[in-house]
């Protein structure tokens, strides 16, 4: 009777744990429960695992739960995460979403003040679309801007500083580097205006 209640109660106590990660290895991790127990390598859960995916392996030392159908650990789906002395809450604000990872980098949105921003310690952000739309009523570039193929300007420029072309400039079909001037006369006259 006594070894029965012993196991009920070891069962029991298995059903949830917490524990910490230990080993990564692709999708599955091993959870240190205690100072003598480690769990067999363990699936961990998801917001997503069909044909929309998400993943985010977890850290060791990252706080989880393990839980586990009927007591049996062998059978534990590992749930991340709690914040915990090693890697602690780095927000307190209930208006932030934020991701921080490990080099640095930082995804933030705060819906309080609609600003959306993310941080790069270096590196390149890239997007690959057919279209890029920006419904902004203003954007602002604070370095340097590349423009690999053409660039088309759908109403009018204004450019404060020098303008520096490789090659021939167009106004209509006026060649900048081209064009003649009719009506030029010796002395202080003044020339006619450019021809094509």
């Known amino acids: 009777m006594n070894a029965d209640l012993s196991d009920i109660l070891r069962l029991l106590q298995n059903l949830i744990r917490l524990g910490t990660i230990a080993e990564v290895d692709g ?3 091993r959870v240190q429960l205690g100072p003598n127990l480690t769990t067999e390598w363990l699936k961990w859960a ?3 695992a069909g044909s929309t995916r998400t993943w985010s392996a ?9 839980l586990s159908p009927g007591g049996d650990l062998t059978r534990g789906t590992i749930v991340p995460a709690l914040y915990s002395k090693e890697f602690d809450a780095p927000e307190t604000s ?4 934020t991701t921080y990872y490990p080099d640095g980098a930082v995804v933030q949105y705060d819906h309080a003040s609609h600003e959306l ?3 790069l310690p270096g590196g390149t952000a890239t997007i690959t679309a057919d279209k890029v739309t ?3 009523p203003s954007t602002i570039c604070t370095g340097d801007l590349t423009v690999m193929k053409n660039l ?4 009018g420029a204004t450019v404060k500083g020098s303008v520096k072309a490789s090659g021939d400039v167009l106004a209509g079909d006026i060649s900048l580097a081209k064009h003649t001037h009719g009506g030029v006369k010796a002395g202080g006259d003044k020339s006619g205006g450019p021809q094509s």
Request: aromatic fraction near 0%; proline fraction near 7%.
């Open 117 to 119: 921003t993310a941080t």
């Open 46 to 48: 998801t917001p997503r």
């Open 152 to 155: 088309i300007v759908m109403q």
């Open 94 to 97: 209930d208006t932030i979403h």
């Open 27 to 29: 999708a599955k991790a």
């Open 134 to 136: 920006s419904n902004a």
């Open 58 to 66: 977890p850290t060791v030392g990252e706080q989880v739960i393990v």
